[in-house]
């Protein structure tokens, strides 16, 4: 049998917050880019659900231009389009090479199921530096998650057993929710520091030790 592991990229193995932080502060200033981020990420999953079929560009872009607009805040010209340009570039946690490189040393496939386009998410995976088997990206299905399209077209393309399968992710309102409702079993990686959650079947601070946990939960 074939083991899977499926990861969100953005939080999970891309510095999410860091990456769109240093866009705010560029944007609208150091001094308050903690508070506009948190409501930047209030905003952006009500753009995702009422347009399931726009690009992750257009959803970044409209995102912005509300989070200005709700915020009072001026969005200088020409920058609407700012965190998507900016995307590609948002840097990769350390932990992320050692502990994939290690998992697919173990003989683990590795996928992505992200809420992006197809563009993006290929310049994302260079920067990650690690071999990945493929990527569902909701640019291409027109869904974003926590909906469940994406879990059920990786099924569809690899015929993955699910007794094979892990995913693993940081949000629990884009992955860990969903993939519980499914009876998928996840890994949380907890890099907030949040409140612990019985849904997970493991949580880890970071995926150093990513190899490990998926051994246990499906050995070879």
């Known amino acids: 049998m074939e083991r899977w592991a499926t990861f969100d990229c953005y939080g999970t193995l891309v510095d999410w917050n860091g990456g769109i932080r240093v866009e705010l502060e560029k944007l609208f200033g150091a001094q308050r880019s903690a508070e506009l981020l948190v409501r930047y990420h209030e905003i952006e999953p009500k753009v995702q659900a009422a ?3 726009a690009s992750y560009r257009e959803v970044l872009t409209i995102a912005l231009e509300r989070l200005a607009i709700e ?5 200088p010209e020409g920058e609407a389009s700012a965190l998507a340009r900016s995307l590609p570039f948002w840097p990769v ?5 050692p502990g994939l490189t290690e998992a697919r040393r173990r003989g683990w ?8 386009d197809r563009d993006l998410i290929d310049a994302s995976m ?5 071999p990945f088997d493929f990527a569902i990206v909701a640019g291409e299905i ?4 926590p909906a469940h399209r994406h879990w059920e077209a990786f099924y569809e393309q690899t015929g ?9 992710a940081q949000s629990v309102y884009h992955d860990i929710a969903p993939a519980a409702e499914l009876g998928i079993t996840s890994i949380w990686i907890d890099r907030l520091g949040e409140p612990e959650d019985s849904r997970p079947a493991m949580t880890l601070e970071s995926v150093a030790n990513l190899a490990d946990a998926l051994d246990e939960l499906v050995p070879a």
């Open 51 to 53: 347009k399931p079929g």
């Open 109 to 116: 496939r590795l996928a992505i199921l992200s809420n992006t």
């Open 160 to 168: 993955a057993d699910p007794s094979g399968h892990v995913h693993v």
């Open 126 to 130: 260079a920067t990650l530096g690690v």
């Open 142 to 145: 027109g869904s974003y998650k």
């Open 93 to 97: 946690f350390p932990d992320v090479l």
């Open 71 to 75: 915020t009072g805040r001026t969005l």
